[in-house]
DNA sequence: CTGAAAGCGCTTACAG
DNA sequence: CTGAAAGCGCTTACAG
C-alpha cells in the first residue's frame, strides 16, 4: 500500500498515475494500461478491479507521456494572421473537422502579420512536436522550417505559397480571379477602372494586380499608374486611395478592391457620395447582398481552402504524397449589384 | 562517438536528442541542458562547442519532454460553438494574446453546439494536461468535470455559466442589455414588440427574455404569448416566426432579436416587406451601419469576455483566487437607425 | 564548471 | 492472463 502521507491522491495540482492505480488495485502497472487503452488480455475480473480504482482515484491518463513514447503527438498547428479575422473563421473550422476525423487536436495562433512572430510561432510547435504544421505565411522567407521539415514535420502553406523552401501549398486563383472581376466591370461598359490592393510584397496582393492588368491588356485599355493603389489594408489609406481616384477631371468610374478590408470601406466612402461608382471585390463577407447596392464580388472559398490543406497535410503523414506542389482553388464571381452599374459619365 | 549506422540523423521522422548533441560535442548530457535554456555555469568555449553540435545536428528541444517532466504544460484549451462563428474570433484572439502573454500555447476545438462533443473534447485537453479550460459551454451539466477541477485543472467558463458545478463564469448582462433595448423600443412609441430568441434551455436566451419581460412589465404593457419565440436560430425557424408575429389584425411593429444571427434572418425578412418595422439586436455585427436603415443593437464586447476570462485563467493558476465568481460585463445600446423608427401604425 | 543517476508517466518488447 | 524492465527526451537534485 501506498503511504497517504506521502502521496497524496486529492492534493490540488497532482494527479492519480498509473502506477496508483496499480498499487490500488493490487496488480501490475501493464494490466492497468491494457484496461485503460482496452487491449485484450484481462479476465474480466482484473479489469473490474481496476476500473473500480481507476474511477475512484478519478485517474485519467496523461497523453503527453503516451506521446512522449509513442512518437506523434496527434496534434497539428495552425499559424494564421488573425484569429479575429472573419475570413479565418471558416478556415480553421475546416482544418479542425480533418484533424478531428484523424484524431488530432488543433493548435493555433495568430502572427499578427508579423514574420517574426509567424517564425517565432511555428516553431513553439516544432518544438511542442506537433506532427504537422498548416501556415498562412506572413513572411516571405522560410528557410527557418527547412530542418524541421527535414526531421519529419508536414508541411501545407494555404492562401500565399511558401516563401524559399519548396513545399506544398494551397491558395486561391487569384489572378484569374482577378481578372474575372475587372473583365466584368470592362464588360459593364467601364474603362477608367481603379485597383486598391494590399502590399505588393504580399503574394496574391501580386497575384490580383497581374490579374487586373490582364483583364486591361486584354480589352486594349491602356492602364493608368494613378488607377493603381497598393499598400497598407488600413482604412485611413485605402480612403486616400479611393478619393484621388475619384478626383480630377477623369475620375475611375469603377473600382476593384484586392481584398474584403478593402472591400468594405471602399463600400464605405461610395456610401457617402452621391454618383454611382461600380465596384467589384475579392472575397466575399457576410451581409454583402443586403447592402444598397448588393456586392459584387469574387468569392473565394475558405472551407476548401482549408479542408484542402489539411488533407494534404495527412497525406504527407501517412506518406501518401511525394514532391511539394501547389494546388490553386478556382474563384467565383458571384454578381449582385454593384458590379453592374454603368458608368456615370 | 554513435554508430551513425544505429542512429541516422537525418533520416525523415527522427530527430536529434540532447543526447546526441552531448555525444557529438563529447560533454555530458546536463551541460546540453544548461546551453539549451541558457543557464549560467558554463565556460564559453563549452558552450560554443554545444551550440555548434546543434546547429550541425539541427536539434530543437522537444518541449513535450520537458513538460512531462516539469509539471506545467504551458498550454490552455479552449472550448468554443464553432471556431466559424465570427462571434468567437474576436474572443479567440484575445484568449490566445493574455496566454502568449504568460508563454502558453492555445488549444482549441468547436463543440459544435453538442454537449457530447463539448464533453469529449474538454476531457480531451485534461488529457493532454492543459493547465486550464475555457470553455463556452454547449451543455447545461459540468461535473464531468469535477475530478479535473480537483485534480488542479484552472476552469472558467465564458458566455454563459457552468451547469450544477461551482466555477468561475465571466458572461455578458444579457438580461440588463435585453431589458435596455427593448426599453429602446418602447421609448419610441412601440407597444406590440415581438421576441425572437434561441432555445429556453440557454442560459442567455432565458435571461434575454426575461430583460424583454422586464422591459415591458416596467411599461405596464402586457405581453402577449404570440409575441415571444423562442428556438433554433436557423433562418427557416426565424423566418417562420417572424412573418407570424407580422400577420393577422395586430402585428408587431418591432422587433428584438436574441443574438445576431436572428438579427440578421430577421433584417432579410423586414428588407423584403414595404412597412417599416423597427429592430434592435442583441450582439453588434461587422457592417450594421452600412445597411438602410443601420441596424440598433446591443453590443457586448467579445474581446473583453475572452480577455478577462482569461486572464481569471491564469490567477487561478497563480493560487491568487479563493472562491469561484460570476463577473458579469454590460453591454452598450448602439443606435443606427433601425431601433428608432416610429411604429407604422 | 561539469556530469552521472533518478525520475516525470506512459508504452514497448519480453518473459513467465 | 500478467508483470518487471527498459526506454521515450527531457529536468531535478546531487556530487564532484
Known sequence: MADPARRPDNRYGSRPTMKDVATSAGVG??????????????????????????????????????????????????????????????LSRAVEEVARAHGALLINGSSAEDPDREQELALALCARRVDGLVIIPAGDDHRYLEPEIKAGVATVFVDRPAGKIDADAVVSDSFGGARD???????????????????PNIHTAAERLRGYRAAMADAGIPVQDAWMSLGATDPERVRRAAAEMLSGPEPVTAFFAGNNRVTVTVVRVLSERPRPVALVGFDDFELADLLQPGVTVVAQDAAQLGRTAAQRLFQQLDGVLASPERTVLPTRLITRGSGELPPAD
Open 29 to 90: 502497472l501493464k494490466t492497468v494500461s491494457r484496461v485503460v487503452n482496452g487491449e485484450p488480455g484481462v479476465t474480466p475480473d482484473t479489469e473490474r478491479r481496476v476500473q473500480a480504482a481507476i474511477d475512484a482515484l478519478g485517474f485519467r491518463r496523461n497523453d503527453s507521456a503516451r506521446v512522449l513514447r509513442k512518437g506523434r503527438t496527434a496534434s497539428i498547428g495552425l499559424v494564421l494572421e488573425d484569429l479575429a479575422d472573419p475570413f479565418y473563421g471558416p
Open 181 to 199: 472581376g475587372v473583365a466584368h466591370l470592362i464588360a459593364h461598359g467601364h474603362r477608367r477602372i481603379g485597383f486598391i490592393g494590399d502590399r
